[in-house]
């Protein structure tokens, strides 16, 4: 079973500081999928990476895949309150690929 | 990307009774699924939702507890039966679409279930 794990769980930080979360697996992915989800509602997709070593950056928040496909780290720079939400990084499964496993997830509150 | 609207947003329900969540899709989509989320949990698959065939459901998910229906390509229900307190969770409709060489999925905003 291909599992994700995601570092640190939870994460409660001051506005303007910065934060790194991590996503894991012993598996490598073919490509990897950042989403972020806020109360109430289902989850967002932020940004996919394909090619390892591939950064991408989504204004404050920069994205890493890892060079040899098996991680990937999301930075925020200068946190806000309206980063506050549950990050969760995502790829498709070796079974079928049409379908998309969710990792553990990263609960991210941003305090003013 | 896609519109997903889900029916009910919220419910709360008797230990043995059976909810029915409805999901629509503003385009027509190949790919349809079923999650579920536990307070405070990531997401967990229970089912790929296929239009004109019996879904394909994961470990630990069966069609008797979870029947879902797709009668055509924008719409989709999941069946909640029997329901029992463990089964509050979030369940969240989502469609996928294929990008290059990989899926990207959108959700609805889910149905917040409580069962007493």
């Known amino acids: 079973t291909q599992l994700l794990e995601q570092s640190p769980q939870f994460l409660s930080i001051q506005e303007g500081e910065n934060l790194t979360v991590y996503c894991n697996s012993s598996s490598v992915f073919s490509s990897l999928q950042w989403y972020r989800q806020e109360p109430g509602e289902g989850p967002v997709l932020l940004v996919t990476v394909v090619t390892g070593g591939e950064v991408k950056k989504l204004k404050r928040l920069t994205f890493q895949f890892g060079d040899a496909r098996k991680d990937s780290s999301l930075h925020i720079t200068a946190a806000q309150p309206g980063d506050t939400g549950l990050y969760l990084c995502?790829?498709?499964?070796?079974?079928?690929?049409?379908?998309?496993?969710f990792g553990s997830g990263t609960r991210l509150s941003i305090r003013p | 990307s896609a519109v997903i609207s889900q029916k009910p947003s919220r419910d709360i329900c008797q230990r043995g009774t059976s909810l029915t969540i409805q999901c629509q899709v503003d385009?027509?989509?190949?790919?349809m699924f079923w999650y579920r989320q536990q307070p405070g949990q990531s997401l967990t698959l229970i089912a790929t939702?296929?239009?004109?065939?019996?879904?394909?459901?994961e470990s630990g998910f069966v069609i008797d507890k979870f029947p879902i229906s797709r009668p055509n390509l924008t719409f989709s229900t999941l069946t909640v039966s029997n329901m029992s307190p463990e089964d509050s969770s979030i369940y969240l409709c989502?469609?996928?679409?294929?990008?290059?060489?990989?899926?990207?999925?959108?959700f609805g905003p889910g149905t917040r279930l409580t069962v007493l």
């Open positions: 989502s469609v996928g679409r294929t990008v290059s060489s990989y899926n990207e999925q959108f």
């Open positions: 385009s027509q989509v190949t790919m």
């Open positions: 939702a296929n239009q004109g065939s019996e879904a394909t459901y």
């Open positions: 995502a790829s498709r499964t070796y079974s079928s690929a049409s379908k998309i496993i």
